[in-house]
């Protein structure tokens, strides 16, 4: 989300830059008073476009989601509420999308034990570092290793 040419943030993360600018905590707080008053900060606001734009255009799950936005100062409340809008249904289709496309062996080298468990390793590594829960990452990447199996 852009705001007057500037990415919008979170109150807790403009206080920060503006303090790491050298200004005083006077002038931070004057300055973040009044862009409360002109409606230019708004957590909530910023923690959905912040969901809707990492979870669609960049394939995060909910635990990578829900760490990004703690490190931007936003509340856990907040957050959760921002992390009720993802379908869970869809989240579990965008793992699936990334596991069939980062799977490097199909067939017959699936077959081999060493070559299963090293596309198991790579595969739940990659969606836990995209921050899909656990029990989703197993489920998926068993179902994408057996249907590569298979064809």
């Not at 299963?116 to 899909?132: E, H, I, M, P």
Request: no cysteine.
């Amino acid at each position: 989300m852009r705001l007057l040419g500037v990415r919008a943030r979170s109150r807790a993360e403009m206080r920060d830059r503006l303090t790491q600018k050298g200004f005083s905590p006077d002038e931070v707080s004057a300055t973040i008073d009044r862009l409360d008053r002109w409606d230019l900060l708004d957590d909530e606001q910023f923690a959905a476009d912040w969901v809707r734009a990492r979870h669609a255009g960049s394939g995060r799950g909910r635990l990578a989601l829900r760490r990004e936005l703690r490190a931007k100062g936003v509340d856990d409340e907040t957050i959760s509420e921002a992390l009720a809008q993802i379908d869970p249904d869809r989240e579990r289709e965008i793992a699936q999308e990334i596991a069939v496309k980062k799977l490097a062996v199909r067939g017959e080298a699936l077959g081999d034990r060493d070559e299963w468990n090293r596309a198991y390793r790579r595969l739940t590594g990659v969606l836990g570092r995209r921050g899909f829960p656990p029990e989703m990452i197993t489920s998926v990447v068993g179902e994408v290793l057996a249907e590569a199996r298979e064809a």
